[in-house]
């Protein structure tokens, strides 16, 4: 006799089973389309502001499972979620039309062949913005205090308040994951630093902080807050 615990738990293990060995492959599928949209669409309107004849823009590889578009350009989604393309005229071939690709003039082919990258990378900065917006802080370089729960020892090596870390062991810092990445490749527990201080670059050397090993390594205790 089937039970409804034991129906509720058939369909728990598909759902957990879907989550972890499918969803990511679909989700990998679906960024992967996103990504070759974006660069293809970048072509496409490169292309359209530049005069040239767009035959076909289309979504996925293989058989057609969707057409449509009543003028020169037809609009496509196909079967093989792999890509996807924007086929111009006279791109691979010539052309005697004299709206062909092959046809215009070099700096016109320049731009319509680097705005497919240029879309790549405004995608990327959106994500990046949609990541960061609902922040309501954000992480510098600056040193806004010390730490009270722990020996402060980096501030009797001259680190002070305010100091924006610019460079570490020669390293330059331009982000707080940089900042600890680089005091997470220290191995005497000594480090230089450099800070801008009052609008000047201030070179403090030998900088020391409280350390302690844990399961045979040697680990710095950062003392500051940012």
């Known amino acids: 006799m089937i039970t409804i615990s034991a ?16 969803l990511p492959y679909l989700i990998a599928i679906l960024l992967f389309i996103v990504l070759i949209v974006i660069h293809e669409f970048g072509h496409f309107i490169a292309a359209k502001l530049l005069g040239v004849r767009v035959n076909e823009f289309a979504i996925g590889m293989g058989p057609k499972l969707l057409r449509w578009g009543k003028g020169e350009t037809k609009y496509s989604i196909n079967a093989l979620p792999i890509g996807g393309y924007c086929a111009m005229e006279g791109e691979d071939e010539q052309s005697t039309d004299e709206r062909a690709f092959c046809n215009k003039k070099p700096w016109r082919r320049f731009l319509i062949v680097v705005m497919g990258a240029v879309f790549n990378l405004i995608l990327g900065f959106i994500l990046v913005a949609i990541t960061l917006i609902p922040q309501d802080r954000f992480a510098t370089t600056i040193v806004g205090g010390f730490r009270d729960d722990i020996p402060v020892v980096s501030r009797e090596h001259g680190l002070e308040v305010d100091d924006e870390i610019i460079a570490v062991d020669g390293r330059k810092i331009f982000a707080y994951d940089d900042l600890w990445y680089s005091f997470s490749n220290v191995d005497d527990g000594a480090i230089d630093i450099t800070v ?4 000047k670059k201030v070179q403090l050397d030998d900088v020391r902080f409280a350390s302690e090993e844990i399961d045979g390594i040697n680990l710095l205790t950062i003392d500051f807050k940012v």
């Open 196 to 199: 801008k201080r009052d609008g």
């Open 7 to 22: 129906i509720v738990e058939f369909f728990s293990k598909v759902i957990s089973f879907f989550g972890n060995n499918v």
